[in-house]
């Protein structure tokens, strides 16, 4: 499990097949590597890959056929949020998130309001009933707040540190963003279909 609140950002440095699986190598000048060891699992991108080598600047972790095709921004030369798993004790500062996404969307609309930068996104239709106004969300591996529902189009508002500590400020109209609901939404629709049979 995982909070959401991104502590640094890295860079997909090298990207190599090995028979099915593609084999990732992620460094950061400043993710703190000192507590990271082989089996640890670390959300890039807001995707959980276990770690399977380990360098002074970085990790290496393989990466699934089925994984790459339900998540995006697993490329060389890509710039991915990291987060290290929570540990139980550690302060919960944004919301739950496991690292399993549910699917792609789309930004449709960026404004730089000046206090802040609010977001516009589509999401894949069999997940925008899941996303409500003043609920979680998780984009790209960082928890945000949900601001506006519209359909399959929703909103969120990023604060400037948000904004600079983040991959998000590369985002542009189009870009396609791994998004995961809160988990609390999930077993809300199975526990009210068990409900309704």
């Not at 496991?98 to 930004?107: C, E, K």
Request: glycine fraction near 10%; charge should be negative.
């Amino acid at each position: 499990m995982f909070t959401g609140i991104i502590e640094a950002t890295g860079v997909i440095e090298a990207a190599e097949q090995r028979a099915e699986n593609l084999r990732l190598s992620i460094t950061s000048r400043i993710f703190a590597m000192n507590d990271v060891k082989l089996g640890d699992s670390i959300a890039v991108n807001g995707v959980c890959l276990t770690v399977v080598g380990l360098n002074g600047s970085g990790f290496s972790a393989d990466v699934s056929p089925e994984t790459l095709n339900c998540t995006t921004g697993l490329k060389l030369g890509a710039s991915v949020n990291l987060e290290k798993a929570l540990r139980f004790g550690d302060r919960v500062g944004g919301h739950l998130v496991s690292g399993h996404v549910d699917g792609v969307g789309r930004v449709t609309a960026l404004d730089n309001l000046g206090a802040h930068w609010r977001v516009a996104f589509s999401a894949p239709r069999e997940l925008a009933r899941y996303i409500a106004r003043k609920g979680s969300i998780a984009v790209n591996g960082v928890s945000l707040t949900v601001n506006h529902v519209d359909n399959e189009r929703f909103e969120v508002n990023l604060i400037p540190h948000t904004w600079s500590v983040t991959t998000l400020e590369l985002l542009q109209v189009g870009s396609e963003v791994n998004l995961e609901i809160d988990t609390l939404a999930r077993y809300v629709e199975r526990m009210l279909s068990e409900t309704a049979t």
